[in-house]
């Protein structure tokens, strides 16, 4: 059961061109291109003639044309076309998807077009900045389901075991973690004092001891978290931070459901220092990917004995809390919406 | 649900011997092999003893020895031996199928065995007659059921788009299609008058200018087709028909059920000119397999969509009269079967 | 349905160190380690707070670490250490199985474990004897249910045909077969006067001539067989067996149900005679687990075409009597099991 009414980040811009690209969203089969003006089309990937993926066929001007008949359908995904009649059969259309480009993303509404309002789209304003720099590594495909990967990243206690070899001195379990529940967001916040720097943020920000810390996590359901991690002078976190001063980096992170046990993730780096640093651009493209198969392994596993053992009991501790509250988030849109209590935008 | 009593092919000639073949023919395991006799048996392959299919074990003299006991089985399927023991127990017994090699191919009954008629294989009779030549390439097993290949070698609309490439150029749009129902029997017919030939008929049939030309589509239920495709001088293509004169080639069709999402592709083809031309034997024998190859790629890209969004709607077009009239009268046939009101031969 | 209240084989002995293991066993998911004392522990492979399996963890002195979070487990299964948290919450703790290292191997109770009696471990001690050899080559992972193995074991007719080409002249249909149940054991014999040795035994033994064989096979439910061949100077067989003389080889079989349809298959053979005899060694070692490996092609294409035409019909025939006794005995005791009526050892 998915949230419908919700965009999902369904690709990189640059991934699209005038070759129709398929992609399995939320249990959809959808097929993506760039009509002849350039704007990006999404429609349902079956033919209404006889199944055929559209997404085996080719992209005639701003249309698509299916590959085995050659019915042609326009980017509101109405056939204008079936080769060897003069007319059209009445019904003869797929469904189309509401999207949006933006912060290199391609945008896809899921759910009743109607609701799809660009507005909703969280502000990850600093991927698209130019005082900011942005590392766009490709969409891991991870077999599990989506809502794993949100727990994953509002736990940051996961650090010490699956990230010990690479991330896993940015741990720390001294610092309380505090969790909050805002209109349409759960926040987890943790403050470390006059602590030594990671070595990438002693580098870049030519520390010379101790420094303020702060690692926040946002999550917006049903998929979308950032990350937050900043350090800034002793005595100064808390201030910086307001001002936009100190040392930050936000993962941006979007699973996609591609099924309930698979997921597209999308995510992305942007940091606000160190912006020409070819370094740091390498480990945020390269290395922080590895990183991220390191969860993968674990998120894997993890999928693989929730279907061996489905049902089986679970208990909670602490650093759960944030992850549960945006689970409990979620399930509340999920039902509204089900219930037809409107959505997150109505 | 397929329909039982009817022929299909089980193989080629040709791949019978003394050496156990093994092949799931509408959902049943069957073997097949060769006897001392050179006769072909068809027999369940599923030992009554312990389940081991029988192609595991040998052909010794007429019988079958199964590979883990060594129960010996004969032709017609009655156990006529085991081993270290002087009587065999009442009931063991494996299913044997009525077989009839014809046209280089080995048909199988998969029904009520006093139904089987072998007048009732479809009257292939050039692909034995020495006016005519043929090319007989291997099965191709296509993951997709069998009616969704009926449907295709039904429409010669497609080669525009999924053959455009090979024999793309075969295809005309312009001469209207004319579908009828003969008594078991569905046809589709066009004629197209004085145009260019197709480069191969050209060569063969040393054609200055524009020819008459005929693509006609036999369909038998439940699935035997006949693509015929001739051409003659202007003028005469009606009457050549006829008589037998001008060029013609026939593509044989014989897709049969491994499952209801699977399928053995037998097919041939058979021409009545150029029948010591290498470059021709090349075409039909090569080329044409790599041009059905197109077809397997978009057949199982159908299925798989299919059983993806089982029951999804989907419209109809022109093209579509043949296919759905054999559909019909298929159903129709299945039906009858299931309601005990006899088969196409009773 | 398995027999729960049993001992099974879990690993060789030589298997586990203080890397975990992971193993399915009853369709349960079990990991193993050494304790840093050496003793074995088999605890439940999952994580008790997010489902990971723990063998994708690390084993810290005696305990097991969760992968994931970091959560300690002992010997006993209980949580013990929750990073970042004082305590530890109520209900944190995994499944453990008793487990007992014996005949090299490690032997895990699937059920209840106040039932756990290592007195109801097969006496296997030819295994762990200075007066016996032992060749003990890993497990098979066979993709049948394990009965099916059982059935193999207690059938020496089947070795014609499986084995024709390596150890099949061991068979011989001409004396007779008795099968014997006695409490919790299934036996069958067949003794052969007065026949050449295979050449095996008339080399190790030095025999001029004929000689006096025997083949006995024991079974003890849920899956302990033993396959005892020997043999003796003529008209001593009897005698000799009796008080240990002769030439004796024992197959001990302990295949461990991973699932209904798959199994780790655990066997050993131990000799007698030519203890040193390198040889001798490389055949029992290498050459009989090729010899194994036969069965293995037999067994998964039964049970694949078990699982094809599931409730077939079949028949029964004479070597069926101890497999069937051994079924029959085992039934039996699930049965009980399953009604509450106790079990082998209560």
């Given at each position: 059961m998915f949230l419908k009414n919700s965009w999902y980040v369904a690709a990189w811009s640059r991934e699209l061109g005038d070759t129709p690209l398929a992609r399995t969203l939320l249990d959809q089969p959808v097929v993506m291109y760039r009509a002849g003006n350039g704007a990006v089309v999404a429609l349902e990937?079956?033919?209404?003639?006889?199944?055929?993926?559209?997404?085996?066929g080719a992209v005639v001007g701003d249309d698509l044309q299916c590959g085995y008949h050659g019915l042609k359908f326009d980017a509101s995904g109405v056939c204008v076309e079936v080769p060897g009649q003069s007319s059209v059969p009445p019904g003869a259309m797929v469904r189309s998807y509401p999207v949006v480009e933006k912060f290199h993303w391609v945008w896809i509404w899921?759910?009743?077009?109607?609701?799809?309002?660009?507005?909703?789209?969280?502000?990850?304003w600093w991927a698209d900045h130019p005082d900011w720099a942005s590392a766009r590594p490709g969409p891991l495909y991870i077999k599990c389901n989506y809502r794993l990967i949100a727990d994953n990243v509002m736990d940051v206690s996961h650090l010490n075991y699956v990230h010990k070899s690479s991330i896993?001195?940015?741990?720390?379990?001294e610092f309380p973690v505090v969790t909050e529940r805002e209109d349409g967001k759960i926040r987890m916040t943790r403050w470390i004092y006059d602590r030594p720097p990671p070595p990438m943020y002693r580098k870049a920000g030519n520390f010379a001891g101790n420094v303020d810390r702060w690692q926040i996590a946002e999550h917006i359901p049903p998929c979308f978290s950032t990350n937050e991690a900043g350090c800034a002078e002793i005595g100064h976190g808390h201030e910086d931070r307001e001002t936009g001063g100190g040392m930050k980096i936000f993962a941006l992170s979007a699973p996609t459901p591609e099924t309930g046990r698979t997921t597209h993730y999308f995510f992305a780096f942007v940091r606000c220092f160190g912006l020409d640093d070819p370094e740091l651009d390498q480990m945020f493209q390269v290395g922080m990917v590895d990183v991220f198969r390191e969860d993968v392994a674990i998120l894997e596993a993890q999928q693989a004995m929730m279907e061996f053992k489905p049902g089986a009991n679970q208990i909670d501790i602490n650093v759960d809390a944030a992850p549960i509250a945006a689970r409990q988030m979620l399930d509340g849109m999920i039902a509204a919406e089900q219930a037809g209590r409107g959505n997150r935008g109505g």
């Open positions: 990937d079956r033919c209404c003639h006889r199944h055929l993926p559209l997404s085996m899921m759910g009743d077009p109607d609701k799809a309002d660009e507005a909703l789209i969280p502000d990850w896993g001195s940015l741990a720390t379990h």
